[in-house]
């Protein structure tokens, strides 16, 4: 998995283990950036962990699974950390792979996470043994329900998530996105 993916506007960097695993634990020791091209001050996955409980503790037990994990979404006009972006893990036995993201409140209502979700899926659809895109969003989140519609994913059903409460469930076959995507100007 490359170590950045890039967007037209944003770069997609993947957190490093060890780097994931102090932003956990220890989220105000800022020797996770030092050297790095970008900076936080918008402190994303500080002061609110998102998916760090659930992916750390697997990346302690198989640090190999790193590779699906967080990444930082970073504008690369500001250099700066603007939202983070996740698959669930690995694809599961049938090829299913999820997502989630995180935006940034002061940059909501940019396409910042279309972007950054059509990054990720244009490079895991390239990958071996993926063969379906999975999307879970709450009914009430209007504007993860538009940025879903962009990409002509089919609602599957309904799941109660033992965190989030009821979550839509979205679809796509890798190669219907491949499709799809080839339609879209993001």
Same mark, same amino acid.
């Given at each position: 998995?490359?170590?950045? $993916?890039?967007? *037209?506007? &944003?770069?997609?960097?993947? +957190?490093?283990? !060890? ?5 956990? !634990?220890?989220? !105000?020791?800022?020797?996770? #950036?030092?050297?790095? =091209?970008?900076?936080?001050?918008? *402190? ?10 659930? *992916? ?6 198989? =640090?190999?699974?790193? +590779? ?21 893990? @690995?694809p599961d036995e049938a090829g299913m792979i999820e997502i989630g993201l995180g935006?940034a409140p002061a940059f909501h209502n940019q396409g910042i996470g279309t972007e ?17 895109? *999975? #999307?879970?969003?709450? =009914? ?7 940025? +879903? /519609? @962009? ?22 076959? /890798?190669?219907? &996105? ?7 100007? $993001?």
């Amino acid at each position: 998995m490359p170590q950045i $993916i890039e967007t *037209r506007r &944003y770069e997609l960097f993947l +957190i490093e283990a !060890e780097d994931l695993i102090t932003l956990f !634990e220890s989220p !105000e020791d800022l020797s996770i #950036y030092e050297s790095k =091209p970008y900076t936080n001050p918008h *402190r994303v996955l500080v002061d609110e962990q998102g998916p760090l409980a659930w *992916r750390v503790p697997q990346v302690k037990v198989d =640090p190999t699974l790193n +590779i699906w994990f967080v990444r930082w979404i970073v504008d690369k006009a500001s250099r700066e950390v603007v939202g983070s972006i996740s698959f669930h893990g @690995k694809p599961d036995e049938a090829g299913m792979i999820e997502i989630g993201l995180g935006i940034a409140p002061a940059f909501h209502n940019q396409g910042i996470g279309t972007e950054a979700i059509a990054g990720m899926w244009d490079w895991v659809v390239e990958q071996p043994g993926v063969s379906t895109l *999975r #999307y879970t969003v709450s =009914p009430d989140n209007a504007a993860s329900l538009a940025v +879903i /519609a @962009k990409f002509g994913f089919t609602n599957v059903g309904i799941q109660i998530d033992e965190e989030d409460g009821p979550e839509v469930i979205f679809e796509l076959s /890798a190669d219907d &996105y491949r499709v799809q995507r080839r339609k879209m100007n $993001i």
